[in-house]
């Protein structure tokens, strides 16, 4: 029982809070390795219904699946100037590939025969391994585009390391696409972001803010880098998902050229895209509570739990005469359910493990209910309960969960839009980062003004926002031009300031 300690409050101490409700939702644990992690079977079932809402949508747009090594040659990295220099510092060089015996009798140690002639860099990303395999793929205007994405594990030595929000090790996906022009690159890359956006929103249910990045923020070795960014609990931003368009600094490192339909050999044109497990700390800081977990109905691998109340195995067999025919009906709506048969816990303490682990709707049932043919029904997102009719209610459950759906999204909204705010001073920006949130300024454009920013208030742009956003209700200046907060020059729009993860 432990395990049902109560959590540190997030008002408390939110990072405190966020740690302990990672572990005792089951969803990752520190590794033996320093600044990797174990993610647990529910956090990977959680990653897995992720997986697959976004995998879907990247064949539904033409993608296809592949797997580049995990293994870099370190020429390949220093190619491209800013991509090695962007990386240089987190990458884990392999130098030799075998051990032996230590003649000390001190277990193995390192053979310092078996030194590599080339030293291995283990992927802080794949653009360089790719774009060396892309060389022997392309020839012709009618190879292209390649549309590829593989999802993989990364490496990126991390020296300050949190579950889920930043580890030596993490897993995702990232796409790699190839094309003919310009054109068609700059819409690969937006139309991704869209896509990225779209299932932020509408499975995870978090809102975001799309936009470009700043020369500053932008990804190593691309000319773009397009950004959705979210807004947590404590007022922090966290970038959500990126697509890049990496013009073709890539395919000029690697010589990577084509005929195209005038006979003339052109360098092809680039973008990278990628989300990973980030994502899992950011649905737990943007919806859960101090009882635990918070999980959005389009996301949770089990949406419904049926819990038979019961002494004896008679009185559970009465119940689940009808309880296994009610969970075959709601299976047949297409919603995930589980029966929770088992007698090694209380009722109580499932229905506390439950709520821990943010299962959206919680069905009671005992020997009474059935006799009064009525069940209870609970949810995770307001934590109250209703007796409803037993006849029907599994057309209430699918309405109640698309309606839970919603809510939970409005409510991350409403917080977004309650803590975004339009500052024209920067004395006043200065007081008002403090405070956590998302801030609409004027900045010159300079990257001198932006690190001026940063060294002084931690704060970062998180984005330039693009018109297609919500982010008040009503009108606002966010698109009008002005002058910078700071250096009092020309502006042509609002960015977002925010202290970010």
């Not at 709506?333 to 009722?347: E, L, M, W, Y």
Request: proline fraction near 4%; include cysteine.
């Amino acid at each position: 029982m432990a395990k049902f300690e109560k959590l540190t409050s997030r008002a408390e101490d939110y990072s405190k809070w966020y740690n302990e409700l990672v572990v005792k939702a089951d969803l990752a644990e520190q590794s033996a390795v320093r600044g990797c992690m174990v993610i647990k079977p529910y956090g990977y079932a959680i990653w897995e219904k992720i997986q697959a809402e976004l995998d879907r949508r990247f064949k539904e747009t033409g993608h296809v699946n592949a797997y580049f090594p995990l293994l870099i040659p370190k020429s390949y990295l220093s190619r491209e100037a800013e991509h090695v220099e962007g990386f240089a510092k987190e990458c884990a060089v392999v130098t030799h590939h075998r051990l032996k015996n230590d003649p000390n009798g001190k277990g193995v140690i390192v053979d310092p025969d078996a030194r590599l002639e080339e030293e291995l860099i283990i992927r802080p990303t794949s653009e360089t391994i790719i774009w060396s395999t892309y060389k022997n793929w392309i020839s012709s205007y009618r190879d292209l585009p390649i549309l590829c994405n593989q999802w993989a594990n990364v490496m990126r030595w991390e020296m300050r390391t949190r579950l889920f929000l930043r580890t030596a090790e993490f897993l995702w996906q990232e796409g790699h696409t190839a094309h003919a022009t310009k054109e068609e690159a700059i819409a690969e890359a937006e139309r991704m972001l869209d896509v990225y956006a779209e299932f932020a929103e509408n499975v995870m249910a978090i809102p975001v803010v799309k936009g470009v990045k700043s020369p500053n923020e932008r990804f190593a070795g691309a000319l773009d880098t397009y950004c959705i960014e979210a807004m947590m609990q404590d007022g922090k931003a966290l970038q959500a998902g990126t697509s890049h368009f990496l013009g073709q600094n890539f395919a000029k490192s690697f010589d990577v050229q084509f005929l195209s339909k005038e006979n003339k050999y052109e360098y092809v044109w680039a973008t990278s895209w990628g989300v990973s497990t980030r994502l899992m700390g950011a649905l737990i800081m943007t919806h859960s509570d101090d009882n635990g977990l918070v999980l959005p109905p389009h996301l949770a691998p089990v949406q419904v739990v049926i819990v038979p109340i019961f002494k004896k195995q008679d009185d559970l067999d009465k119940l689940l005469e009808v309880l296994n025919p009610l969970a075959d009906n709601l299976k047949a709506k297409g919603i995930r359910v589980k029966v929770d048969t088992s007698d090694k816990q209380t009722p109580g303490f499932k229905f506390a493990d439950y709520e821990l682990k943010g299962v959206p709707v919680r069905i009671a049932m005992g020997a009474r209910d059935l006799e009064n043919g009525t069940i209870e029904v609970a949810r995770r997102d307001t934590l109250t309960k209703e007796t409803v009719p037993f006849v029907g209610v599994e057309d209430h459950i699918a309405l109640l969960l698309e309606q839970m759906q919603k809510n939970i999204y409005d409510k991350a909204l409403q917080f977004r839009l309650e803590n975004t705010h339009e500052v024209n001073s920067y004395e006043e920006f200065k007081e008002e980062i403090k405070k956590g949130g998302f801030l609409l300024c004027h900045w010159d454009g300079t990257p001198e003004t932006e690190e001026l920013i940063k060294e002084e208030t931690k704060a970062t742009i998180r984005c330039i926002p693009s018109r297609d956003n919500v982010l008040f209700k009503g009108e606002n200046t966010i698109f009008e031009e002005g002058r910078c907060m700071v250096t009092g020059k020309p502006s042509k729009q609002r960015v977002i300031f925010a202290i970010a993860y």
